[in-house]
């Protein structure tokens, strides 16, 4: 195979790898932000729970301090019953008393119905908390994951660069300018493989002779539509096919 061509394909693979490797690393930012988003519903999930607590709480007291009130008006009420002088007044302050007796039930079933509200939530909140417990165990590891990752891709990266100087270094400087040129224009990918007749990137069938050509391996050949360099991979000679991007 012609030693530059061999030196075109390589420069590919590295190049496709160390971009793929640049996307992925560009991705972090936004995963990272899912990992805080779903950290942040967790806590807020707990949040939103002791804050209803709260209210519940601040909703009892009031109705109890209502209750205290309406017991000491119907102990007023009581001692005025024995005061009064007539029938009208007596069912008057009976009517008082009822409503105050009333009053002190309906307010003392709400107690009720929130002392029941509180210990649903007083559940809830051990339930949400150990599921805060979980997703930070689970978010820690993940995110330590990305770190890994993020570290084995730039290493991934410096290699690529590494190697990359040293097959440039021995390239010749007009293959070198073919392959930059092109790979600029076609979003980084400017080496194809040529297979069954087509440019197997942009899918337009090469002329016979142009196949021909390329199936030796022997020049440095671009495809007439995508002005990819093109090269065979069907010889033993030939290196692994050039992912395509």
């Known amino acids: 195979?012609?030693?530059?061509l061999t030196r075109l394909i390589r420069l590919q693979q590295l190049e496709s790898a160390a971009?793929?490797?640049?996307?992925?690393?560009?991705?972090h930012p936004?995963?990272?932000?899912?990992?805080?988003?779903?950290?942040?519903?967790?806590?807020d999930a707990v949040s939103g729970i002791k804050a209803r607590l709260t209210a519940a709480a601040d909703k009892r007291r009031g109705e109890e301090k209502e209750v205290a009130g309406v017991q000491?008006?119907?102990?007023k009420y009581k001692d005025q019953l024995l005061e009064v002088k007539t029938n009208r007044e007596y069912t008057a302050m009976l009517h008082e008393i009822e409503t105050a007796q009333n009053d002190i039930r309906t307010r003392e079933d709400r107690i009720l119905e929130i002392m029941m509200e509180t210990d649903e939530l007083n559940a809830a909140i051990k339930k949400s908390e150990a599921e805060l417990k979980v997703a930070e165990k689970e978010i820690a590891a993940e995110r330590a994951v990305l770190d890994t990752e993020k570290a084995t891709l730039q290493a991934?990266?410096?290699?690529?660069?590494?190697?990359?100087?040293t097959v440039v270094a021995g390239m010749d400087k007009r293959v070198l300018s073919i392959f930059e040129t092109t790979a600029k224009g076609r979003k980084g990918v400017a080496v194809a493989e040529a297979k069954d007749?087509?440019?197997t990137i942009c899918h337009v069938r090469l002329r016979p002779q142009?196949?021909?050509e390329v199936r030796k391996n022997e020049s440095i050949i671009q495809c007439d539509s995508c002005r990819r360099i093109l090269y065979f991979a069907g010889s033993s000679e030939a290196p692994a096919p050039v992912s395509q991007v």
């Not at 195979?1 to 530059?4: A, E, F, I, L, S």
């Not at 899912?34 to 942040?40: E, F, V």
């Open 72 to 75: 000491t008006r119907l102990a």
């Open 156 to 165: 991934e990266i410096e290699k690529a660069t590494a190697e990359r100087a």
């Open 210 to 212: 142009v196949f021909n």
């Open 1 to 4: 195979m012609n030693p530059d």
């Open 30 to 43: 936004a995963r990272t932000q899912a990992l805080d988003a779903r950290l942040q519903s967790a806590r």
């Open 19 to 27: 971009d793929d490797a640049r996307r992925k690393i560009a991705d």
């Open 197 to 199: 007749g087509l440019c």
